[in-house]
């Protein structure tokens, strides 16, 4: 059993309140009151919230962020800088990337990920003996990154609506859905750690055939299930080519829509679209920082809330690791393509980044709350950036960044924060899978 005493604390519905006390027995918290520090409590000074959830994640992007950011195109031409790297991976340059990517993510303060994992076999596609080796590698880096991970095992079988996949597109296939299922079922059996969630996703409608779309949304009926939803305007139109509907509506006639599904980027959505998707209670997963560096687009976020669907966020690409970032992003992007400032409150915002993102994930955290996991995160209220302010939400949401995260503590765990060794993990693994 351990005690903190949290200086100013962000209890949800009540707002940021000042001498919070929270019990925690392993790694959930069993008792929340306020009141004076007791002897034996650890003191966090500053603000604390619950932790964050990054709800989409590639690890392996984390190679790519300086290098892409320059070049001319869109996000077919970055795409193909990506394979280059994904072609180059095994289950232990994996391993090393994926550890010094979460490691970074801990230091920002999340406690949660989930990861759309699509990259399962060898070169030219052949399984490594272990089937699921680098589903396995990616579960392993996490746990000693200290994060939760829900390994949102991805079925991809062809590279465009009716396109055999080529070239490292190979190393995504399982060539079947009975063959994914198999897989992704053995992977579930062998998980026995409640810090980690096996979800499932459809890569997009593109890369899985219409036909198999419901069998993917069903082969995991408990778990989260996410898929890349409208995220270029170049799969809007050749699904309607296809298919006579948009990508939402194709998941709708083939009972994709519901509660655990997550829609990422949800970027080109129709009026119809953002009605099924409220009408569903679908989460939204929004990647601000990835959808601006890929030129994707501004995704309709208020409308989709005010339809019924609960927004969450992702880091996705990891140009940038800051969640602090992708929470003000959905509401500086809204006003640039709104024309109008306050669409979103700041505790909505950080609900969404907690929460909201927790729960799309399979956990039961991202609030100071009895039988939460125990998520601990504090802010300097004096920094640079947050000094001033009225240290509430909106210090968080609006000043505060990565940098200002002066303790984590992870499912009861406190987190060792070291930059310096976090940089020379990430600049040696990256190394590995980007040298000539």
């Not at 392996?60 to 994904?86: C, K, N, P, S």
């Not at 990861?115 to 076999?121: P, V």
């Not at 095992?153 to 396109?163: H, I, R, V």
Request: with cysteine; net charge negative; hydrophobic share 40%.
């Amino acid at each position: 059993m351990t005690t903190y005493w949290c200086e100013r604390a962000w209890l949800g519905s009540s707002g940021f309140v000042d001498g919070v006390v929270v019990a925690v027995d392993g790694p959930h918290i069993t008792n929340v009151s306020e009141g004076e520090p007791p002897q034996v409590a650890e003191r966090l000074s500053g603000l604390t919230i619950p932790g964050f959830a990054n709800c989409h994640s590639h690890a392996f992007h984390r190679a790519l962020r300086a290098r892409t950011q320059q070049q001319r195109g869109d996000f077919w031409t970055w795409r193909e800088t990506m394979y280059a790297v994904a072609d180059r991976l095994d289950p232990d340059t994996y391993y090393a990337l994926a550890l010094a990517t979460y490691r970074e993510m801990a230091l920002t303060g999340i406690t949660a990920v989930g990861e759309f994992h699509y990259l399962h076999h060898g070169p030219g596609g052949a399984p490594y003996d272990d089937a699921n080796a680098m589903g396995h590698a990616v579960v392993q880096a996490a746990r000693d990154a200290g994060l939760r991970i829900a390994l949102l095992d991805t079925c991809y079988l062809s590279a465009g609506f009716g396109a055999e996949p080529s070239g490292v597109q190979r190393r995504f296939s399982d060539g079947t859905v009975d063959a994914w299922r198999d897989r992704v079922s053995a992977l579930d059996a062998d998980v026995a750690d409640p810090a980690v969630v096996v979800g499932a996703a459809i890569h997009s409608v593109r890369a899985v055939p219409h036909t198999a779309l419901g069998d993917v949304a069903s082969a995991l009926p408990k778990a989260p299930l996410h898929v890349h939803l409208s995220e270029q305007v170049a799969e809007n139109t050749a699904c309607l080519q296809r298919h006579g509907c948009t990508p939402t509506q194709l998941l709708a006639v083939h009972g994709v829509l519901s509660e655990r599904l997550s829609a990422v980027h949800a970027t080109h959505l129709t009026a119809s679209d953002i009605a099924l998707l409220g009408q569903a209670k679908c989460n939204a997963c929004f990647c601000p920082t990835t959808e601006r560096d890929l030129a994707d687009g501004i995704g309709p976020s208020r409308q989709l809330a005010d339809a019924g669907a609960t927004l969450t966020l992702g880091s996705d690409s990891h140009a940038v690791i800051d969640m602090h970032e992708e929470m003000r992003a959905v509401e500086l992007d809204e006003r640039l393509g709104s024309g109008r400032r306050g669409s979103w409150a700041a505790a909505d915002l950080l609900h969404a980044a907690t929460a909201g993102g927790h729960r799309s994930l399979g956990f039961t955290a991202g609030e100071i709350a009895p039988g939460a996991w125990a998520d601990l995160v504090t802010l300097d209220p004096s920094s640079p950036r947050t000094a001033g302010t009225a240290a509430d939400c909106g210090t968080v949401v609006f000043a505060a960044t990565a940098a200002d995260v002066t303790s984590v503590i992870a499912s009861g765990r406190r987190v060792e924060l070291d930059p310096d060794a976090v940089g020379r993990d990430l600049a040696r693994s990256i190394s590995a899978v980007t040298a000539p």
